[in-house]
């Protein structure tokens, strides 16, 4: 069974800047991807950045220049630097694993790790 496990979250000013880590049970390398999502109050999830196995990534347009992802295989992590916080970034972050099959796709879950932007 795959694990998931966000850590980093909490209360940051405007402007600030957090990490968060997902650390996985097994070797990152058996997945396609992995990224970030993240649920805003009252809102549907969306994702934030992806990363393929292959070094590829991508972000919402959001947090383009502000976020950046990366992942280290030799710890199994995958990071998301956010920098230039702002309230609106405000949501549950969770970290997503993903394997593409042919017709589908196969998505493990972290718990979620809150992140607020407040002053």
């Known amino acids: 069974q795959v694990q998931l496990v966000e850590s980093g979250g909490g209360l940051v000013q405007p402007g600030g800047s957090l990490r968060l880590s997902c650390a996985a049970s097994?070797?990152?390398?058996?997945?396609?991807?992995m990224g970030w999502y993240r649920r805003a109050p009252g809102k549907q999830r969306e994702l934030v950045a992806h990363?393929?196995?292959?070094?590829?990534?991508n972000y919402a347009d959001s947090v383009k220049g502000r976020f950046t992802i990366t992942r280290d295989n030799a710890k199994n992590t995958v990071y998301l630097q956010m920098n230039s916080l702002k309230p609106e970034d405000t949501a549950v972050y969770y970290c997503?694993?993903?394997?593409?099959?042919?017709?589908?796709?196969?998505?493990?879950w972290g718990q979620g790790t809150q992140v607020t932007v407040s002053s």
């Open positions: 997503n694993a993903r394997n593409d099959y042919i017709g589908y796709s196969r998505d493990y």
């Open positions: 990363i393929t196995s292959g070094g590829s990534t």
């Open positions: 097994g070797s990152i390398f058996s997945f396609d991807r």
